[in-house]
């Protein structure tokens, strides 16, 4: 990662400031997106999608009511009630209304690099209630110059890709690629002073660095 440590070191030099994520995603109801009919069939075209670890509950012929996102043009689906969220980047239908659809609404910050940001952001809902507004968009994220963002994204896409291609194989493989994606991710995204030789200040958070997981 010395690309990152030097693009860190010469663009971060005093730490990086922290934002609310509300400031840079916009939200879509998905009240016009809902399914009509659960009667899924694997030959149709259509997901339907649910924010929740099912994600792809099944597949319908529905024709109006889709949701257009794209490579190009992706969106973060996320639960209001568990705050469990997805990349999505394929057109789909939802299951119920209790999710948003998050988009960006500026780009001083890249999309890619919201979604791994908010993939350290450890809240565990308490109570049964919607999220988004009252708390979760108020939550802050580090955000360094796009250059940084780029490389960060670079190397965790990376991790992704990877893990992925390992999910058909043996299972005690992937987990071990599982703990070191989510240990790079946690160091890139917290800026480390102490991973990257520079002192902080206070907008910058400090956690204690640990040894990676060895697969």
Not at 77 to 90: E, G, L, N, Q, R
Not at 124 to 146: D, L
Not at 196 to 204: F, L, M, P, R, S
Request: glycine content about 4%; proline content about 6%; overall charge negative.
């Amino acid at each position: 990662m010395s690309k990152l440590r030097d693009l860190v070191l010469r663009l971060c030099p005093n730490g990086v400031p922290y934002r609310e994520l509300g400031e840079f995603l916009t939200y879509e109801q998905p009240t016009k997106y809902i399914v009509k009919s659960t009667e899924y069939d694997d030959s149709y075209k259509v997901p339907v999608l649910t924010a929740g670890q099912s994600f792809v509950l099944g597949y319908t012929n529905e024709k109006d009511g889709i949701f257009k996102a794209s490579i190009d043009n992706p969106v973060i689906i996320f639960d209001d009630f568990t705050t469990s969220f997805h990349w999505v980047d394929f057109d789909f239908k939802v299951k119920s209304s209790a999710m948003k659809m998050l988009r960006p609404k500026t780009t001083e910050i890249l999309f890619r690099y919201i979604y791994y940001a908010m993939t350290c952001i450890g809240f565990v809902p308490s109570e049964h209630s919607r999220h988004w507004i009252s708390q979760y968009s108020k939550f802050t994220i580090p955000v360094p110059p796009i250059e940084v963002q780029e490389e960060i994204v670079r190397i965790l896409d990376k991790f992704s890709s990877y893990a992925a291609e390992l999910q058909a194989e043996l299972q005690a493989e992937l987990q071990a690629r599982k703990e070191q994606y989510e240990y790079y991710r946690n160091l890139l995204l917290t800026f480390n002073p102490s991973a990257y030789g520079y002192e902080t200040d206070e907008n910058q958070e400090i956690k204690d660095q640990i040894t990676p997981p060895v697969g």
